[in-house]
């Protein structure tokens, strides 16, 4: 049986830099891969490290207007920003195009049989919508993959489960009308953080209309009350829409010390996390599932807690790294708050999907 887990990185990742006092830097791929290679991750028998190749215009058009990717491309060559967190430069073109590129390979790897998984470094730029960029995100390379290997590879049903901190507001747009890719969001309460989107009543239309699944959760929310939620929904979902393969996109953001997310995620949240993915895919879609991991906002953990989903993903059983930090206690009105959006959304979504029925 094939379990290798492709691993698609390039060193001008790293061009993604938004700027002194920004965020989101270049180093952290770096960091991550160094990290990776410190701890044996990428010495693994069943892994294979490659570069990708820069995604094309017809490729960005699969899912961005011509108009949108144009302005993109002007205000690279003026070196212009696209919004004032979102700076456009021909170097953060190129990575950009080079990360779209990135999670597409590892569609096509993945639905092609060359390998069961691939990891995309750096993917997750879900804020992207068809005519607008914004939350760090010019391109997105989540909605891009999805969509070539339905066009290219005759997919018909695709999973997304955005497990990042923030809403995937330009993901869930994309397909907000398509009952071809069940959208499934977890992430922080959207009137607590940006892009203050992703409510439980936001379901999709017309054709769409539960295909798009939104799990907020209150701040200081943790491992079990988080790992609980996907169960409840998550899992069942996947069971019933059967995907021919998983898409997962996030990152170290919903970790307790991130700066720019409150959610309460340990490093082996993270883990068991990652297993969590990793074992539905292999039950429900023969194992085809591509994680991307690309946000994340305190470099001292952002490294540790890729490592740890990629150790998941890999098929590690155990991982011999430490959390840098002591843990806080989640906050006792956590799992009540969660135990209601979970009912809520059952009962949104029951004449819909007969496994909430």
């Given at each position: 049986?094939?379990?290798?887990?492709?691993?698609?990185?390039?060193?001008?990742?790293?061009?993604?830099?938004?700027?002194?006092?920004?965020?989101?830097?270049?180093?952290r791929y770096v960091n991550a891969?160094?990290?990776?290679?410190?701890?044996?991750?990428?010495?693994?028998?069943?892994?294979?490290?490659?570069?990708?190749?820069?995604?094309?215009?017809?490729?960005?058009?699969?899912?961005?207007?011509?108009?949108?990717?144009?302005?993109?491309?002007?205000?690279?060559?003026?070196?212009?920003?696209?919004?004032?967190?979102?700076?456009?430069?021909?170097?953060?073109?190129?990575?950009?195009?080079?990360?779209?590129?990135?999670?597409?390979?590892?569609?096509?790897?993945?639905?092609?049989?060359?390998?069961?998984?691939?990891?995309?470094?750096?993917?997750?730029?879900?804020?992207?919508?068809?005519?607008?960029?914004?939350?760090?995100?010019?391109?997105?390379?989540?909605?891009?993959?999805?969509?070539?290997?339905?066009?290219?590879?005759?997919?018909?049903?695709?999973?997304?489960?955005?497990?990042?901190?923030?809403?995937?507001?330009?993901?869930?747009?994309?397909?907000?009308?398509?009952?071809?890719?069940?959208?499934?969001?977890?992430?922080?309460?959207?009137?607590?953080?940006?892009?203050?989107?992703?409510?439980?009543?936001?379901?999709?239309?017309?054709?769409?209309?539960?295909?798009?699944?939104?799990?907020?959760l209150p701040p200081g929310t943790?491992?079990?009350?988080?790992?609980?939620?996907?169960?409840?929904?998550?899992?069942?979902?996947?069971?019933?829409?059967?995907?021919?393969?998983?898409?997962?996109?996030?990152?170290?953001?919903?970790?307790?010390?991130?700066?720019?997310?409150?959610?309460?995620?340990?490093?082996?949240?993270?883990?068991?996390?990652?297993?969590?993915?990793?074992?539905?895919?292999?039950?429900?879609?023969?194992?085809?599932?591509?994680?991307?991991?690309?946000?994340?906002?305190?470099?001292?953990?952002?490294?540790?807690?890729?490592?740890?989903?990629?150790?998941?993903?890999?098929?590690?059983?155990?991982?011999?790294?430490?959390?840098?930090?002591?843990?806080?206690?989640?906050?006792?009105?956590?799992?009540?708050?969660?135990?209601?959006?979970?009912?809520?959304?059952?009962?949104?979504?029951?004449?819909?999907?007969?496994?909430?029925?």
């Open positions: 049986m094939n379990n290798n887990v492709l691993v698609m990185y390039h060193e001008k990742f790293k061009q993604y830099d938004l700027g002194e006092g920004h965020p989101l830097r270049g180093d891969m160094n990290f990776f290679k410190k701890h044996g991750l990428l010495d693994l028998d069943n892994v294979i490290v490659k570069e990708p190749q820069p995604a094309t215009i017809e490729d960005l058009l699969m899912v961005h207007d011509t108009k949108y990717v144009n302005t993109i491309f002007r205000l690279a060559k003026e070196g212009m920003a696209y919004d004032a967190e979102t700076p456009v430069s021909p170097g953060i073109l190129e990575a950009a195009l080079l990360f779209v590129g990135n999670s597409i390979e590892c569609g096509r790897a993945v639905m092609n049989g060359d390998v069961e998984k691939a990891i995309s470094i750096g993917g997750g730029f879900h804020h992207a919508g068809k005519d607008y960029g914004g939350g760090f995100c010019i391109f997105n390379d989540v909605a891009t993959a999805a969509e070539w290997v339905r066009a290219k590879m005759n997919v018909k049903r695709v999973l997304i489960l955005d497990y990042d901190a923030h809403f995937g507001n330009g993901t869930s747009d994309i397909f907000y009308q398509d009952p071809g890719v069940l959208f499934i969001s977890i992430h922080q309460d959207p009137r607590t953080i940006y892009p203050g989107r992703g409510f439980t009543w936001e379901i999709g239309e017309g054709p769409g209309k539960g295909f798009n699944i939104n799990i907020p943790g491992d079990n009350t988080y790992l609980h939620a996907l169960k409840e929904i998550f899992i069942p979902l996947a069971e019933e829409f059967k995907p021919e393969i998983i898409f997962a996109n996030g990152g170290s953001d919903p970790h307790f010390a991130d700066r720019l997310g409150s959610l309460g995620l340990t490093v082996d949240g993270f883990f068991k996390l990652a297993h969590l993915i990793r074992e539905t895919a292999d039950r429900i879609c023969g194992g085809r599932l591509v994680l991307m991991m690309g946000s994340g906002y305190n470099p001292e953990v952002l490294p540790i807690c890729w490592y740890a989903l990629a150790s998941g993903i890999v098929g590690l059983e155990r991982i011999n790294v430490k959390e840098p930090y002591n843990p806080p206690t989640e906050p006792p009105y956590c799992i009540r708050k969660v135990e209601e959006t979970i009912n809520e959304l059952k009962g949104l979504l029951k004449e819909k999907w007969s496994c909430f029925k």
